[in-house]
């Protein structure tokens, strides 16, 4: 029973920060049918931002937590600007194989952003401080309030994703955008503006990640691409362009993951999920929760 | 046909050999020959990378599922059965070319991207196998061999060397023969090819077993000209990035291509050591320069025709 | 005796009988026609032919043996061959490469390429007239010649059966006739032809018979002219009578003249493919202008470039002021609002949600105000106000694509092949909405549409557009005398 | 067209010889001064790396200031790793038949270390190596002294480290009178090759320690949540975890820390040695207690305060890491073996630190010999007298407070309060 708990805990904070990482990734897929390799590498940038802000120029964990989020969103749009305009305007491809450049081109990115990281930073991991000290006592289990807090803030940013883009007219535009780019464009949409929105809005949730990763079991640059892999997995389990699926995926795998731990062997953990992946591409491409 | 063309470019890919060939008369530098030994094993890798993406069409980015299988596959047989180089390389090989064929499955179905994750997870597992397996594999440390290819830098070089030009020659040859325009045909649009009487899966199944093929050999000769076979030097996704950059930037659906990619590649990162660190990100923003600027590579540059 | 005999062809996608018990006999050196309207059936059913998909049920004999089921390229080497209607060549080869592609054995043994290849390669282009282009590479050919190319492919093994899937779409008419002549010769050679069109009088002048495709059924089989007379083919195609006179002028208010929108388009290319040429067309304030074609005539490419998602060389202007670098949302903005042929509803939101993104430009009051008016046009999409789009039936559909696009209070709404797939109540429905619409708010409206009926009982004029260029311009009583019976 | 397509590939050969040419010509064959170039290899982003860098400059800017090898001089080379085998390999390669190095030092990646070992022979190039732990490293030379005696290890190998954290665990806490008893071990460690025969000497010398080991639990390294391994480690009522972690650092003692997991953090933990680890664990470490072979300038040798000083001095860095350490005797042992050496050959350099016999900062520097188990690896006693010695320490407020040996004991082990509340 206690183990049970400790495992529904656990698996809720690690779900809510999966679901946030792989919430924009999916989100940039329905809009602009990228799969963005650079998503790990921005979230880790993220997280050592706001580590150098908050601790090494002493501005505090919260402007240590903006900063990086900050950082995360201007990245984001240097990557959009720089490498994702220029190559869908490009003529010089067949339009059928710009998927695959735009896949190698982020990850080219996320491997230029893991350099200067390790170069800024070094390689070593870092964690942020805790948001708030002290633990509460659930059912024989000890769990920190900081994870409590970060549970509750990313479940609170996933609340403000859902308000956006069900109740304002923007957020629903974005919505709208992944189920008919044409069809809002035929309405007077500037689709380019949307994809602008997009991908800002894209790097403020992996920022965001980024900052709770970092507060919650800390980064470093050499973790980029496993955030990547796991974003991706759950961003495919859930359905490519699915934001509740994402959320549903993100959940699965962070129970799976915990509970192979737990009652396998901890070494195992990745292992079930690939295989769920696998099977899951063999016999259901679209996803557990796809739509199309 | 022109007779005369095809004499030409024959004539100046010898000639580009044999200038290659009589390096270790003119220089002394066996480190640069230890440079190119890397970048022509890194320039099979992506020829039968190549061959898969540029002519088959399927976007595999598990090279190093290949190339780690062969890797691993020719390395335990020396190190725990203490069988010859030459017997480990081709029992290398050929769970490379086995594990070719168990792709063939999600490469019929699975389009894309899709298939693209698959390979992707396969490189994750086989990662996992290695560590899980870590009292027979060394896991993260590696594996010690008992023998290398040689021990003169010369003689590495020239294996090195032979196994490109062979891959190159066979390559080129299957790419160009009626084989090959059939190959190019089914990655283009298999339903269309099917229409015109083909079984695309035949065809497909030989693409992975000749991308296996040169891949694994690639692999296995790699591990005895290193001495060791280790996750970083044959599994990891930086390996696989490696490869597809050098495809890419070099010109993709070209041997040539491959080989200026590869060459380009480790050659550059050499260049820029004084960068220290930085050197790999330069390199890395080098190609994205390419990738965005000139996305159908060097060869492009040299006058050829868009590869659309 | 029948060389290709079908039997009872079944195939179901999901929650829709795409090919419903097709049955028909072909010849050899008979050209069969197999038309219909979008989403009729017949390119599935020749998918079905080749093997591409895999029939539910029935039965395809090639000369007498049994082929359904088969993978294609089993049923490929039994003689039967396809064009299919998007393909795409090797780029990086030349025509003959191309050509001996297809020549070549189904083996992975073979890395030299047998003598007689080339000459067999030269002896097919020479058939379809390839010749003069053997060595230059197929992105440096015309459209016409792509098709040709694709012909030559599938001429290549001698197939018993001939399958072409709208051979004429996207070529000129004098590319057409060229086509038609090379099928036509065809049937010299004892080659049975399947030929999918949409359009009964491009290919009356060369099929010997002609099995027309509705919903997934074969409604008629005969020669051309028994199939151009079948009752139901007719209403299939222009709606219960062709002989309506317009109606009363109710439904064309007094318009005050103002020119809306005028077209100069010189033409419009989709890479080789030439899809318009020298279109003119204007409309004026209040005005509801239609233009009718067949499938393929280059409506849909019209209002594309209209609302600028094509570029276009020529000029179009909107209230005397040129659109030229104008982006598709100014345009949209500016009052043009387009329902398309697609509708690209946002089929996961609710219908309100949709009828509010239409508005989005509007404050909340008049957003609220206009989405009563259009609600009240449209009483059933008040029913399902808040159900997704998706679970709409196909006309509901329709009209929550009319309604959002009035969401903006357009000053012009182009209408793209509103009609089409959707049941003749649901079409009055529909039509009475837009008659009530004009009445009340002046909106003029253009109109592409097939079928003719509707076309013609709402517009004041109308524009005939074929194969990319208009071929008649005038009031809309003059139609049916004019060119009405030529139409079909 | 025609003449475009003849010029491709006619332009691509000649830019491929061209490439190749230049690069031929731009680099230097020989060295041609008459300095003693010596190289230096590690993966410059890393704290553990940069103290290689740091350690290495020291020892030679000092051994140059003294006068060198007979007045000539020793010049530095520094190689990158990027953690990379291959890109290891190269560096050596370049570093031997291009930059004229006559000895490499560093590496501490035992990835890294293991793909040299073949290339050090291969171009008969001493290597010592100061940071790995794998025990692979003394197994691999004792089976093959031929064709690895060039291989010399300058630190010690994971099975001493565990036995020694197991007599620092006695010494410290279990058989502490002034605490409650610590004597339920789990053993925690990442799962890879070097932690094999940490675990196997963990099982051997904790029971002789005085602990029961309880559960064995290992995880894979890129664990990123410990939540699960630590429940499982209440539920055994442990309250010792005895570590061997290396990749992972930050992750589990952050959460052990907030988790409040109520056992002592003890073992060997790669990354606790930095100084850097309280400002990367926001002080999570607070408690953790590990061993390392050099701390603070713990005076095991006369030498020690020395170095201490100069080095934070000349590199503004709070703590040296171990690596510094081990890098600094590892370089005097070469610089010994280049004066004693007749000429800088390879052969003549191996035998030469055979001989090695002098003081270092982390007490005697010798090699064991060939046919000694530990082939090549550098002696180890805890007398620094006898060989290169070691000491325990515990983070207590941010700093590192050397708890064992007791002579050199700065302070007394603390328990953390949710340790102690556990009980």
């Known amino acids: ?292 | 046909m022109n007779i005369a063309y095809a004499y030409w470019r024959t004539g100046l890919a010898l000639l580009a050999l044999i200038v290659t060939a009589c390096l270790p008369a003119v220089t002394s530098s066996y480190y640069l020959l230890g440079v190119l030994t890397t970048a022509f094993y890194l320039a099979v890798y992506a020829m039968s990378w190549d061959l898969l993406f540029g002519y088959a069409g399927e976007v595999n980015f598990g090279p190093t599922f290949l190339i780690g299988l062969s890797a691993y596959a020719a390395g335990l047989c020396n190190t725990f059965l203490g069988w010859p180089v030459w017997v480990c390389i081709p029992i290398g090989t050929a769970a490379a070319m086995l594990g070719g064929l168990a792709l063939v499955g999600p490469a019929l179905r699975l389009k894309g991207p899709y298939f693209g994750l698959v390979t992707l997870v396969a490189v994750l597992l086989l990662g996992h196998a290695i560590t899980i397996f870590s009292g027979y594999t060394g896991g993260e440390i590696g594996l010690a061999l008992r023998d290398i290819l040689t021990l003169s830098s010369t003689g590495n070089f020239y294996y090195a060397l032979g196994l490109m030009a062979i891959t190159a020659v066979v390559l080129r040859i299957v790419v160009r023969s009626p084989l090959g325009l059939i190959l190019e045909a089914s990655g283009q649009d298999s339903v269309a090819t099917e229409a015109l009487g083909f079984s695309v899966i035949k065809f497909k199944v030989l693409a992975f077993m000749l991308s296996a093929l040169f891949s694994g050999l690639a692999g296995a000769m790699t591990v005895f000209y290193f001495g060791t076979a280790s996750p970083g030097t044959v599994v990891v996704v930086a390996v696989t990035v490696q490869i597809i950059i050098a495809t890419i930037i070099g010109g993709r659906r070209s041997i040539i291509g491959s080989i200026l990619g590869a060459v380009f590649l480790v050659v550059a990162g050499e260049f820029l050591r004084p960068l220290g660190e930085l050197s790999t990100t330069a390199v890395s923003i080098l190609a994205l320069l390419v990738l965005v600027f000139a996305p159908n590579g060097f060869i492009s540059v040299f006058g050829r025709r868009g590869a659309r | 005796m029948a060389i290709l005999e079908v039997a009872g062809l079944c195939k179901r996608f999901g929650g829709l009988q795409a090919v419903d018990e097709v049955s028909f006999a072909v010849e050899s050196g008979e050209v069969l026609g197999l038309i219909g309207p979008n989403g009729s059936g017949k390119s599935t059913t020749l998918s079905l032919l080749m093997g591409v998909v895999r029939p539910d049920s029935g039965s395809v004999q090639l000369r007498d043996i049994e082929i359904a089921g088969q993978p294609t390229h089993a049923i490929a080497k039994r003689g039967m061959a396809m064009v299919f209607q998007h393909s795409r060549p090797l780029h990086r080869q030349t025509v003959l490469e191309n050509i001996q592609l297809a020549l070549l054995p189904d083996t992975i043994f073979q890395l030299c390429r047998a003598k007689q290849l080339v000459q067999r390669a030269r002896e097919v282009a020479d058939r379809v007239g390839l010749t003069a282009v053997l060595h230059q590479h197929p992105d440096a050919l015309p459209f016409a010649f792509l098709r040709r190319l694709e012909l030559a492919k599938a001429l290549a093994a001698d197939p018993a059966v001939l399958l072409l899937d709208e051979p004429f779409a996207g070529l000129a008419p004098r590319e057409t006739r060229e086509f038609s002549d090379l099928v036509v010769s065809l049937r010299g050679a004892g080659c049975a032809v399947v030929l999918v069109d949409h359009n009964v009088k491009a290919v009356a002048g060369l099929v010997d018979r002609i099995a027309a495709m509705h919903a997934g059924r074969k409604i008629a089989e005969g020669t051309p002219e028994q199939v151009t007379g079948n009752a139901h083919v007719r209403e299939v195609y222009f709606g219960k009578s062709l002989d309506t006179t317009p109606q009363a002028p109710t439904a064309r208010t007094e318009h005050d003249g103002r020119r809306l929108l005028e077209t100069r388009i010189e033409s419009v290319h989709y890479g080789q493919a030439e899809a318009l040429r020298g279109v003119e067309l204007h409309v004026d304030e209040g005005e509801f202008v239609s233009v009718v074609g067949l499938n393929g005539a280059g409506k849909t490419t019209l209002f594309d470039s209209i609302l600028g998602f094509v570029g276009y060389r020529g000029d179009i202007q909107w209230r005397g002021n040129s659109l030229d670098g104008v982006k598709p949302a100014a345009r949209a903005s500016a009052g043009i609002a387009l329902c398309p042929e697609t509708r690209a509803l946002f089929l996961h939101m609710s219908v309100r949600e949709n009828l509010d993104l239409g508005g989005h430009a509007l404050n909340r009051q008049a957003r609220v105000e206009q989405r009563d008016q259009i609600l009240k046009l449209f009483p059933v999409l008040a029913e399902r106000a808040s159900q997704s789009a998706y679970t709409l039936s196909g006309g509901e559909q329709q009209m929550l694509t009319i309604g959002r696009a009035l969401m903006a209070r357009p000053r012009l709404l182009l209408l793209d092949e509103p009609t089409l797939g959707l049941a003749p109540l649901i079409i009055e429905h529909i039509s009475d909405a837009l008659e009530q619409l004009q009445q009340d708010t002046g909106l003029a409206i253009l109109l592409a549409e097939q079928n003719l009926t509707f076309a013609v009982k709402h517009s004041r004029r109308i524009y005939l557009l074929e194969t990319g260029q208009l071929r008649w311009h005038g009031e809309a009583d003059r139609f049916v005398a004019e060119v009405g019976a030529d139409v079909l | 067209m025609r003449s475009s397509k003849l010029n491709r590939p006619l332009l691509a050969a000649a830019a491929l010889a061209t490439g190749v040419y230049c690069v031929a010509g731009a680099l230097p064959d020989a060295r041609a001064a008459d300095a003693i170039a010596v190289g230096v290899i590690a993966p410059k982003s890393h704290i553990l790396g940069q103290a290689i860098f740091h350690a290495a400059e020291l020892s030679v800017a000092q051994f140059n200031a003294r006068g060198g090898v007979n007045g000539r001089k020793i010049e530095l080379q520094e190689y990158n790793t990027n953690f990379s085998a291959a890109d290891s390999a190269r560096a050596f390669q370049r570093a031997v038949q291009s930059d004229g190095v006559v000895a490499m030092v560093g590496v501490f990646t035992s990835e890294v270390a293991l793909s040299l070992m073949p290339w050090s022979s291969r171009l008969k190039t001493p290597l010592i190596i100061t940071g790995a732990a794998s025990s692979q490293i003394p197994e691999r030379v004792h089976a093959q002294p031929e064709r690895f005696k060039y291989v010399f290890h300058g630190y010690v190998n994971s099975a001493i480290l565990a036995r020694q954290g197991c007599i620092v665990a006695h010494d410290v806490f279990t058989n502490n009178p002034r605490l409650k008893k610590y004597d339920r071990a789990v053993i925690f460690s990442e799962d890879a090759a070097w932690t094999k025969p940490v675990d196997a000497a963990y099982q051997k010398c904790l029971p002789k320690a005085g602990m029961k080991v309880v559960d064995h639990i290992r995880f894979a390294p890129d664990t990123s949540d410990f939540t699960p391994i630590y429940s499982r480690i209440k539920n055994d009522h442990a309250n010792v975890i005895m570590a061997a972690i290396a990749h992972v650092g930050v992750k589990p003692v952050v959460q052990w820390h907030q988790q409040q997991i109520p056992a002592l953090f003890s073992g060997i933990n790669g990354q606790a040695g930095s100084s850097k680890f309280w400002d990367a664990t926001n002080g999570a470490t607070e408690g953790v207690i590990t061993g390392t072979p050099g701390l603070a300038g713990a005076p095991l040798t006369d030498k020690s305060a020395a170095f201490y000083a100069a080095y934070k001095k000349r590199f503004h860095v709070d703590e040296p890491a171990y690596d510094a350490y081990t890098t600094f005797d590892a370089m005097s042992a070469l610089e010994d073996a280049l004066g004693k050496a007749p000429n800088t050959s390879g052969d003549a350099l191996v035998k030469a630190l055979e001989q090695t016999d002098i003081t270092g900062v982390l007490g005697r520097v010798a090699f064991h010999g060939l046919n000694d188990k530990d082939a090549h690896e550098v002696v180890f006693n805890e007398d620094p007298k006898k060989g290169q010695s070691f000491v325990g320490f515990q983070w207590q407020h941010g700093k590192q407070v050397i708890i064992w040996p007791p002579k050199l004991a700065t302070g007394h082990v603390v328990v953390p309060s949710f340790v102690a509340a556990g009980h």
């Open chain 1, 1 to 292: 029973m206690e183990l049970l708990l400790q495992i529904l805990i656990s698996g809720f904070i690690i779900g809510a920060i999966y679901a946030l990482g792989a919430a924009g990734l999916t989100i940039i897929f329905g809009v602009s049918g990228i799969l963005n390799l650079a998503h790990g590498a921005i979230v880790v940038l993220a997280a050592l931002v706001a580590w150098y802000c908050a601790l090494q120029l002493h501005m505090g964990i919260y402007w240590g937590g903006l900063a990086g989020v900050a950082a995360a969103v201007v990245t984001t749009y240097v990557l959009y600007a720089l490498v994702v305009l220029p190559l869908s305007r490009s003529r010089q491809m067949a339009a059928d194989e710009l998927p695959v450049f735009l896949f190698v081109a982020t990850l080219l990115f996320a491997l230029i952003l893991q350099g200067l990281l390790e170069w800024f930073f070094g390689s070593t991991p870092v964690a942020t401080p805790a948001l708030i000290d002290g633990v509460i006592h659930i059912g024989g289990n000890t769990v920190p309030l900081n994870s409590v807090l970060i549970g509750v803030v990313a479940w609170m940013v996933l609340g403000g994703l859902w308000l956006f883009i069900s109740f304002t007219r923007l957020g629903k535009a974005m919505l709208a955008a992944s189920m008919s780019p044409r069809g809002l464009a035929i309405i007077g949409y500037d689709i380019g503006r949307i994809h602008l929105l997009v991908w800002g809005l894209y790097g403020l949730l992996a920022g965001i990640a980024g900052v709770l990763l970092a507060s919650f079991i800390g980064a470093s640059s050499g973790v980029a691409i496993n955030l990547t892999a796991t974003a991706f997995t759950i961003v495919i389990l859930g359905g490519l362009g699915n934001v509740l699926g994402s959320l549903a995926a993100a959940y699965i795998l962070g129970f799976l993951g915990t509970l192979t731990a737990f009652l396998i062997a901890p070494s195992l953990r990745e292992i079930p999920g690939l295989c769920l992946l696998i099977i899951i591409l063999y016999l259901r491409p679209q996803g557990l929760f796809g739509r199309h």
